[in-house]
């Protein structure tokens, strides 16, 4: 098992910053890759970026590439993310989530976090 626990919202102007962080405990090296979702009111939760545990890669979804940044601590067992220029349509609640090796799919979530960015 593996727990995951968010960190880091809040409220924000626009074109500020925020940092998420997530905090893993657990089975902690099981993990293969961990990503941060996010879900705006009335929508569907949609993917923000990933992170593979081991390694460099990283992956973004094009609405917040260039604009947030995603690391990780494996000493720490924590991934973070950083965003930056935020805008009002970053308003959401952010989930970190972990996937572990063999599944095919994230495996564990987070509570989740609240950023809302004003106008």
């Known amino acids: 098992q593996v727990q995951l626990v968010e960190s880091g919202g809040g409220l924000v102007e626009a074109g500020g910053s925020l940092r998420l962080s997530c905090a893993a405990t657990g089975r902690t090296s099981s993990i293969y890759r961990m990503a941060w979702f996010r879900q705006a009111p009335g929508k569907e939760r949609d993917f923000v970026a990933a992170?593979?545990?081991?390694?460099?890669?990283?992956d973004y979804a094009d609405s917040v590439k260039g604009r947030f940044t995603i690391s990780r601590d494996n000493a720490k067992n924590t991934v973070y993310l950083q965003m930056n220029s935020l805008k009002p349509e970053d308003t959401a609640v952010y989930y970190c989530?972990?996937?572990?090796?063999?599944?095919?799919?994230?495996?564990?979530w987070g509570q989740g976090t609240q950023v809302t960015v004003s106008s």
């Open positions: 989530a972990a996937r572990t090796f063999r599944q095919t799919s994230y495996n564990y």
């Open positions: 992170a593979w545990w081991s390694g460099s890669t990283t």
